[in-house]
């Protein structure tokens, strides 16, 4: 998910209040932000406040950005075509940086203020509108970073050449507008015109984007801010042990903490070992949500944790060495290192109503991710769903997302019904189980379930009918297993 911005400010602090990545597009006001990785993030904190994301990030951005030069022209001219939404600012979002960037730039020509979603109506009629000059005008500036970064197959005088192609192509076809072009088909563009101009005119008409930026030909350049805080450690001793190690680090942590700004949350951080022989270990610490350092103070325990997983999954088998036949590479110990801040993000407190404040401080959900930073794997939620096939019985997405399926209350009351008799821990996937010579547990008032596996998506499955009953180990266990069509058992779940 991307959003372009209109904006002449430059501060760090606001310009990363939703994410850590941030491109300029075009001096001096036109900044591109990338929030695919902290969708979750923002999804959660959405869900808390009972709004949803595009709510909770205009709330953010008017209280961060302050009100442009621009908003108060645009202001003087009202009535001359101006739509004015009581906004201090000017913003585009959607899934793929080359739609937010187009509909920025329709939103500017129409002096819209605030931040509009392209899937949402006024973006489609918007787009349908767009004239020429403006498309052109954004490819030109798409062209320029191309050939900043030398992608690779990009050459501008190639590329001039198949641009004034396609205008000279769209004017005899009699297309006055670029959504004509919308019936194209993509093979034949690009072959007439090249693969750049072939992948922003497919990209300029996509509603919904699966591929990541690294996928497509969008050209990113993440801009540089001032330099992170660093610091620098030399040992007197060398060491190999992580308890003595953590001496230095919390003092490290807390110089470092010092460093930065009141509301800057650390989000990657690289400590570059070196080593005795003189060679440099870097190791990147990374979080999976916005981290208070300064919030720990002398403890540092988040920290701590994640870059202790890191040193025993990278740190110690360089310390240990190595020895095989064709090579040896001796032991090590640490002699110092630097700690360099990598990213960091600025989120604002989060507002719940026009009298007070929400501070991740004060949050439960604050909680849950607190834990998720100290754990070296995700969490992930999982909700249920109203199915009768246990496999789908539940799903692993964002707690904001509802459920849209509709059942009748009867249909209800038999998934209750065979809900009450299923356990709490079923497994993704059947395993294979081998029951016992004596194997029926079940007593004689137990009903088994029968159920049937969804054959209408799957011709080929032969084994449509499960059977299932509770299975007791010799220790007590209690599992959930089924005997399918063929007569083969499965174990599905265990009964906790």
């Known amino acids: 998910m991307f959003i372009a911005i ?3 400010e430059i501060s ?3 310009l990363q209040c939703l994410t850590t990545r941030v491109m300029r597009w075009a001096e001096p006001d036109i900044w591109l932000l990338d929030i695919t990785a902290f969708i979750s993030y923002w999804r959660g904190y959405a869900s808390l406040l009972k709004t949803d994301c595009l709510g909770l990030w205009r ?18 001219l009202e009535g001359e075509g101006t739509l004015s939404l ?3 600012y000017r913003a585009a979002i959607s899934s793929n940086p080359w739609r937010a960037m187009l509909l920025l730039f329709l939103l500017k020509e129409r002096r819209i203020t605030g931040l509009i979603d392209a899937s949402r109506s006024l973006a489609v009629s918007l787009f349908q509108d767009m004239p020429w000059p403006l498309w052109w005008d954004a490819v ?6 191309y050939e900043t970064l030398n992608m690779k197959g990009f050459k501008m005088a190639v590329f001039s050449r198949q641009s004034e192609r396609l205008r000279r192509g769209m004017e005899r076809l009699g297309m006055t507008r670029p959504s004509d072009t919308r ?22 008409w996509a509603d919904t984007w699966s591929r990541s930026l690294y996928e497509t030909p969008f050209p990113w350049i993440s801009f540089a801010f001032k330099d992170k805080p660093e610091i620098t450690r030399r040992l007197d001793d060398p060491m190999i042990e992580w308890d003595l190690l953590t001496v230095y680090i919390k003092e490290d942590l807390d110089r470092l903490s010092k460093k930065l700004h009141e509301r800057e949350r650390l989000l990657t951080l690289v400590w570059t070992l070196t080593l005795s022989d003189l060679t440099l270990l870097p190791v990147r610490v990374t979080f999976r949500s916005p981290h208070n350092l300064s919030q720990e103070g002398g403890i540092h325990k988040t920290t701590l944790l994640q870059m202790g997983y890191m040193f025993d999954s990278q740190v110690e088998k360089v310390l240990k060495g190595h020895l095989d036949a064709q090579y040896y590479d001796p032991p090590k110990t640490i002699i110092g290192w630097t700690m360099n801040v990598a990213e960091t993000m600025f989120p604002p407190p989060l507002p719940t109503s026009l009298f007070e404040m929400l501070d991740e401080r004060n949050l439960r959900h604050a909680e849950l991710i607190q834990l998720e930073n100290e754990l070296p794997i995700p969490l992930y939620r999982y909700s249920l769903r109203d199915e009768w096939f246990p496999e789908h019985s539940y799903v692993r997405r964002e707690a904001s997302k509802k459920e849209d399926l509709k059942h009748s209350p009867e249909m209800l009351r038999s998934l209750y019904a065979a809900a009450a008799k299923r356990p709490l821990y079923i497994f993704t996937e059947p395993k294979s189980f081998v029951p016992p010579v004596v194997q029926k547990q079940r007593s004689s008032q137990e009903t088994p379930e029968h159920t049937m596996n969804k054959w209408w998506l799957d011709p080929s499955l032969q084994d449509l009918e499960r059977t299932y009953q509770t299975y007791t180990d010799m220790a007590g266990r209690a599992h959930w297993v089924f005997q399918n069509s063929s007569g083969v058992w499965y ?3 265990v009964f906790g």
């Not at 442009?68 to 202001?75: A, I, L, P, Q, Y």
């Not at 030109?140 to 970073?145: D, F, G, L, T």
């Not at 019936?183 to 300029?204: N, P």
Request: with cysteine; glycine share 6%.
């Open 86 to 88: 009581s906004f201090s």
């Open 491 to 493: 174990k599905h779940g």
């Open 59 to 76: 709330s953010i951005l008017q209280e961060t950005f302050p009100e442009e030069d621009f908003v108060r022209k645009d202001s003087d």
């Open 6 to 8: 209109q904006t002449k």
């Open 140 to 145: 030109v500036r798409c062209a320029e970073h």
């Open 183 to 204: 019936r194209l088909h993509y093979a034949g563009f690009q072959k007439r015109y090249g693969s750049f101009l072939a992948d922003l005119w497919q990209m300029s």
């Open 12 to 14: 760090q602090e606001r």
